[in-house]
Structures are given as structure tokens and as C-alpha cells.
């Protein structure tokens, strides 16, 4: 069975990594013993990615032990504001205030193209330091009514068109169907 690290300790995450990519051991940044906090500081999804892989490539390293590291970074991208809040997502109007990233940007699109993407980058480092990435995106449209579950980001406002629901709305499984992450995995599961 092939394994990777998957730098990240959300458990949502791991979980949709793990339903996905059955045939793989799938191990946390827990289950390594890293504990630093990796800042993420690129311009680009595809920045932040790598910025993670590539420390976590350099801390196996230090422990004399060869891996295959995958990490990603994802967020919410509205076509009115070129692509904002982006890799700002999850910090849009504040540390983690998800009701507070919500507010500031249904007030930015006010009068302005609703149209939007979740879109997610996943990166793939081995030992020798190559690596490769892996985009997927989910459309969509930013409504005004919160619908459904409001406990997670821009869910409860981002109308899925593949499902004419929101995320808060959609049942786990029917997010993680068509989500840019499942689509991004999809593609890395190719190369596994």
C-alpha cells in the first residue's frame, strides 16, 4: 500500500482524503510528530501548496526519513472581485470569523456579478524534491440568504450550480460529489 503525509491536521480534510484515496495510508501531521506552524505566505494557491510540502519534505529530512508529501490550499474566488478573497479566505475580514468573512463579502458584491469558484491546489512533493500539482474547481453564485449550515466558511451562502443547493445545505456527501478538492484528488489519484 502506498503512503503519504498529508500535511494537514484537519479531520475533515483527512476524512475526504481518506474516502477518496482508499488504496492509500494516509498519515497527518500528528501522526509525524510536527507541531510547527507553517506559514503560508505565497501569492497563489499553488504557492501555498508547495510552501507546505516543502516543509515538510525539509522536517522528514531532519528526521532521516523519505515520504511522499502532499498538501493543498484552497479557498473561494468571486469573478466581480478578481478573484478575492482567494487565499485570503479563510482570513477575509478577520482570524477564522466565518460569519464576519461572510458579511464583508456579501457587502463587496453588492450591485455586482454573483458569480463564484471554489477552487482548490494540490501539490505532491517526493524525497528528490519533485513535485506536481493538481487544480480542481467547483462553480457556483453568492447568494444573500444563509442557508443551512452557517458553522463552516462560505457554505451557507455559495449556491452550488452542480447541486441548486448551497454547501450548508448539501449533505457531506453531496459536497464532498462535487467539491474542488474531490476534483483536485481525483486528479492525484491518477498519479498514485
Known amino acids: ?17 481518506k474516502e477518496i484515496l482508499q488504496d492509500v495510508e494516509i498519515k497527518s ?7 510547527e506552524e507553517i506559514e503560508e505566505d505565497g501569492n497563489t494557491f499553488e504557492e501555498n501548496a508547495l510552501i507546505k510540502t516543502h516543509a515538510i519534505q525539509k522536517y522528514l529530512k531532519e528526521q532521516g ?8 490550499d484552497s479557498g473561494l474566488c468571486c469573478n466581480a472581485l478578481d478573484g478575492a478573497p482567494g487565499i485570503h479566505s479563510a482570513r477575509y475580514a478577520g482570524d477564522h470569523n466565518y ?16 458569480s463564484a469558484y471554489f477552487n482548490c491546489c494540490i501539490a505532491i512533493e517526493y524525497p528528490d524534491g519533485t513535485h506536481k500539482t493538481f ?11 444563509e442557508r443551512g ?12 450550480k452542480d447541486l441548486n443547493k448551497t454547501f450548508g445545505e448539501a449533505t457531506a456527501e ?7 478538492r474531490r476534483r483536485a484528488i481525483e486528479k492525484l489519484k491518477e498519479v498514485l
Open 1 to 17: 500500500m502506498k503512503r503519504i503525509i498529508l500535511a494537514s491536521n484537519n479531520q475533515h480534510k483527512i476524512k475526504e482524503f
Open 29 to 35: 501531521l500528528d501522526d509525524i510528530g510536527f507541531t
Open 65 to 72: 526519513k523519505e515520504e511522499i508529501v502532499v498538501a493543498d
Open 99 to 114: 460569519q464576519a468573512n461572510r458579511d464583508k463579502l456579501r457587502k463587496e458584491l453588492k450591485g455586482k456579478d454573483r
Open 135 to 145: 487544480e480542481g474547481r467547483t462553480e457556483g453564485e453568492i447568494i444573500d440568504e
Open 149 to 160: 449550515d452557517t458553522s463552516f466558511g462560505f457554505d451557507s451562502i455559495f449556491l452550488s
Open 174 to 180: 453531496e459536497k464532498n460529489g462535487v467539491s474542488h
